[in-house]
T-cell receptor, first 114, second 110 residues
Framework: DSGVTQTPKHLITATGQRVTLRCSPR?????VYWYQQSLDQGLQFLIQ???????AKGNILERFSAQQFPDLHSELNLSSLELGDSALYFC?????????????FGPGTRLTVL | GQSLEQPSEVTAVEGAIVQINCTYQ??????LSWYQQHDGGAPTFLSY????GLEETGRFSSFLSRSDSYGYLLLQELQMKDSASYFC???????????FGAGTRLFVKA
C-alpha cells in the first residue's frame, strides 16, 4: 500500500458524459501527478500539481481538467467522454515539487466508456 | 521529440539473469527511474540513477550512461513473481514533464 488513495476504483459511463476522479496523496506529499494508461500501453503523463498550483502539463486533452485543493487532494475531470478515453487513470504523489525520482502511485481508477 | 525505447517483451527462466534496456532521446533530464507493474496493479518504484554508473538494490541493479543515451535494469536470480511489466522513466529538465517508456513485459518461465 503506497498510501495514495483513488476513488472510485471502477467507473462505467456513456459517451458524452462527464466524470470526476479523485486522488488523495500520501500524508505530507505536496505534489500530485495524473497519468492515463490505455490497454497494454505505457503511462501517459497528463498533469502535475504542486501545493495547489499547476506545475507541469503533458498531453492532456482540452476536454480534461484537473485541480488540487487546499487539503491537497486532487480531482481529474473528464468531459464529453469518447470511447477512446477508456483507460486506467493513475495518480501519484511525491513530497516536493522538484523532480522527485520516486513517485508513489495509487491503485488507479478504471474508466470504461460505452 | 522526447522518447524512451524499450523492448516490448523479454522471456527468461527462473534463476537466470535478465537485462532490460532503455534508450532515450531527450534534451535533458534529471535521472533515469525504473518501475515495476504487475497486471492490474499500480506501478511501484524500483531504482533510480542520477549519475552514470551502476546502482544496486538487492536482486535489482540499474545502470545509466548519459554519453550513450542508454540505461538498463538488471534482474538477478529471477523468480516467478518477477513476471511483470517494467518501465523506464525520466523527468525532463525543460518543463518537469515525466516521460515513461512503453514498457517491457517480462515472462519468467519455470
Amino acid at each position: 500500500d503506497s498510501g495514495v488513495t483513488q476513488t472510485p476504483k471502477h467507473l462505467i459511463t456513456a459517451t458524452g458524459q462527464r466524470v470526476t476522479l479523485r486522488c488523495s496523496p500520501r500524508s505530507g506529499d505536496l505534489s500530485v501527478y495524473w497519468y492515463q494508461q490505455s490497454l497494454d500501453q505505457g503511462l501517459q503523463f497528463l498533469i502535475q500539481y504542486y501545493n495547489g498550483e499547476e506545475r507541469a502539463k503533458g498531453n492532456i486533452l482540452e476536454r480534461f481538467s484537473a485541480q488540487q485543493f487546499p487539503d491537497l487532494h486532487s480531482e481529474l475531470n473528464l468531459s464529453s467522454l469518447e470511447l477512446g478515453d477508456s483507460a486506467l487513470y493513475f495518480c501519484a504523489s511525491t513530497p516536493s515539487g522538484t523532480p522527485d525520482n520516486e513517485q508513489f502511485f495509487g491503485p488507479g481508477t478504471r474508466l470504461t466508456v460505452l | 521529440g522526447q522518447s524512451l525505447e524499450q523492448p516490448s517483451e523479454v522471456t527468461a527462466v527462473e534463476g537466470a539473469i535478465v537485462q532490460i534496456n532503455c534508450t532515450y532521446q531527450t534534451s535533458g533530464f534529471y535521472g533515469l527511474s525504473w518501475y515495476q507493474q504487475h497486471d492490474g496493479g499500480a506501478p511501484t518504484f524500483l531504482s533510480y540513477n542520477a549519475l552514470d554508473g551502476l546502482e544496486e538494490t538487492g536482486r535489482f541493479s540499474s545502470f545509466l550512461s548519459r554519453s550513450d543515451s542508454y540505461g538498463y535494469l538488471l534482474l538477478q536470480e529471477l523468480q516467478m513473481k518477477d513476471s511483470a511489466s517494467y518501465f523506464c522513466a525520466v523527468v525532463n529538465t525543460g518543463g518537469f514533464k515525466t516521460i515513461f517508456g512503453a514498457g517491457t513485459r517480462l515472462f519468467v518461465k519455470a
